[in-house]
């Protein structure tokens, strides 16, 4: 709506500034008829005196019509950029709500981990990257899904150590300042590391190691991207992972009652 309402601000910008365009020629049609009059009645320098004045005057006023012109010129095309960054931002917004819609759709956990793995390619352009889990157990992040790398190569990361057990600890993303392309992995100095949080509690991250995409810089319409990720991949990967582990603790518990049932008496 916001882009809306600009686009027709800037519309009628442009109207007001066509008007002003046919009132000031109406105007200098009216001096040039005035002074044609004028000439008819002066000496010959004087008729060339009045007609530096008017073409002084002119001049002036086309110079202030310029110089108007490359201001709306200049709105005009900031306009346009911003209307190309919300249109993208609407697309990728749209792409993650499907995207969120397949995440919650199942309650599998390997096939969560798949989807989320889809979306980060497909979304963010994401080339290597890796998906942690906490082990509650030994407070270490594992990889337990990976694209571009294999899980085994990937070191597991106690609570609080290098970049990534830091943003596990205190839940805040982390954004290289420079975006760097290499074929060599630095497994402690990732480009990105998104906590995937369930309100303040950290279940894992998200873990990028390098780009598809050649960027320069991360946009505001990246880290949106990235921030709605992780929520929504944080909720399906934990709910998962539950109904996973309490499904096999019910297959375990029938196993064990039919055994009870078949032993003889």
Do not use: W
């Amino acid at each position: 709506m916001k882009s809306h309402d600009e686009f027709l601000q800037m519309f009628r910008k442009g109207e007001e500034f066509t008007k002003e365009l046919l009132k000031e020629n109406e105007k200098l049609r009216y001096r040039l008829a005035e002074a044609e009059e004028t000439l008819k009645q002066t000496s010959d320098d004087a008729k060339v005196k009045l007609y530096e004045d008017r073409i002084k005057l002119l001049d002036d006023e086309l110079t202030s019509l310029k110089e108007r012109y490359k201001e709306v010129e200049a709105e005009n095309k900031d306009f346009a950029t911003k209307y190309v960054e919300v249109e993208e931002e609407n697309n990728n917004l749209a792409n993650l709500y499907v995207a969120s819609y397949q995440l919650h759709s199942t309650l599998d956990f390997e096939e969560v981990l798949k989807i989320v793995i889809e979306i980060v390619i497909n979304l963010i352009g994401a080339e290597k990257f890796s998906i942690m889990i906490m082990d509650e157990k030994t407070n270490e992040l594992i990889s337990v899904k990976s694209e571009g790398i294999y899980d085994t190569e990937i070191p597991s990361v106690a609570l609080g150590q290098g970049i990534i057990g830091r943003v596990s600890k205190e839940g805040d993303s982390y954004f290289a300042e420079e975006i760097s392309y290499s074929d060599e992995i630095d497994f402690e100095k990732p480009m990105v590391c998104i906590p995937l949080k369930i309100k303040e509690h950290v279940i894992g991250v998200i873990v990028i190691y390098s780009l598809l995409i050649q960027k320069e810089k991360f946009t505001n319409v990246d880290f949106e991207l990235f921030n709605l990720l992780a929520g929504h991949a944080a909720t399906a990967i934990f709910s998962s992972r539950l109904y996973t582990q309490s499904e096999r603790k019910l297959t375990t518990i029938q196993g064990f009652l039919q055994l009870l049932k078949d032993k003889p008496a």
